[in-house]
């Protein structure tokens, strides 16, 4: 069975400080991999994903995330954090390559001042 | 675009009472999923459908819930009767294949209704 884990349910970062957000996923097939980002009260939004191609995906907001086979790792990075940036991450992958998703458990990023 | 649009926002009932979450999703899109959020178990999917028919429900909880999707543009969700246990974040997302083998996977969510049982 594929799963998701997100080391971390809170990071919190200086402002202009690397943003660094751990996700890592067990997966029989070539998986799907997505970041996902929620804003309070309101729904989530796609920031990056990989499906095949490039390993390292560009996102929106600045954000990026490299496919790792070898270490199982879809890690999120952004090289400077912006106040903006507070929110919680999900990291997800496609199950089994279809449109069925497992989510991990989320990480909540807080950006002081 | 309007996005997927979920109705109403905020719900709050008693318990016992019966409860209909609405969810319209993206024209076009083919997939649609049904979201339960809470602080104790995360994001779970509930349900899903493709081209209105459910394919996986293996997430709904218990056969208090019910969903349907009577046609592209509409999903219900129902608990009856709700109990406290059932107060999370609810969410409706969609999805659009494409054509042929590959699809963007990529789904879109509505803001939620916050529901509420006392």
């Known amino acids: 069975a594929q799963s998701v884990t997100q080391l971390g349910s809170h990071v919190s970062v200086s402002e202009g400080a690397l943003v660094l957000l751990r996700c890592n996923y067990s997966?029989?097939?070539?998986?799907?991999l997505f970041w996902y980002v929620q804003y309070p009260n309101q729904g989530l939004q796609l920031l990056l994903k990989?499906?095949?191609?490039?390993?390292l995906v560009k996102g929106i907001n600045g954000f990026e995330a490299e496919f790792k086979k070898s270490e199982t790792s879809f890690h999120l990075t952004k090289p400077s954090a912006h106040m903006s940036d507070a929110a919680e991450y999900f990291c997800?992958?496609?199950?089994?390559?279809?449109?069925?998703?497992?989510f991990g458990t989320g990480t909540r990023l807080k950006v002081l001042a | 675009d309007a996005g997927v649009i979920q109705s109403p926002r905020h719900e709050v009932t008693e318990m016992g009472q019966e409860v209909t979450l609405r969810c319209k999703p993206i024209?076009?899109?083919?997939?649609l999923f049904w979201y339960r959020q809470t602080m104790m178990r995360g994001l779970e999917l509930l349900i899903y459908?493709?081209?209105?028919?459910?394919?996986?429900d293996s997430g709904m909880p218990e056969d208090r819930f019910s969903a349907k999707m009577p046609n592209a543009s509409f999903s219900t969700l129902k608990i009856q009767p709700s109990e406290p246990r059932d107060s999370a974040v609810y969410f409706c997302?969609?999805?659009?294949?494409?054509?042929?083998?590959?699809?963007?996977?990529?789904?879109?969510f509505g803001p939620g209704t916050r529901l509420t049982v006392t």
């Open positions: 997966s029989s097939v070539p998986p799907y």
């Open positions: 997302a969609s999805s659009f294949r494409g054509f042929g083998a590959s699809g963007s996977y990529e789904q879109y």
């Open positions: 997800a992958v496609s199950e089994g390559g279809t449109y069925k998703y497992i």
């Open positions: 459908f493709n081209n209105n028919v459910p394919i996986d």
């Open positions: 990989y499906t095949t191609g490039a390993t």
């Open positions: 024209s076009g899109h083919d997939y």
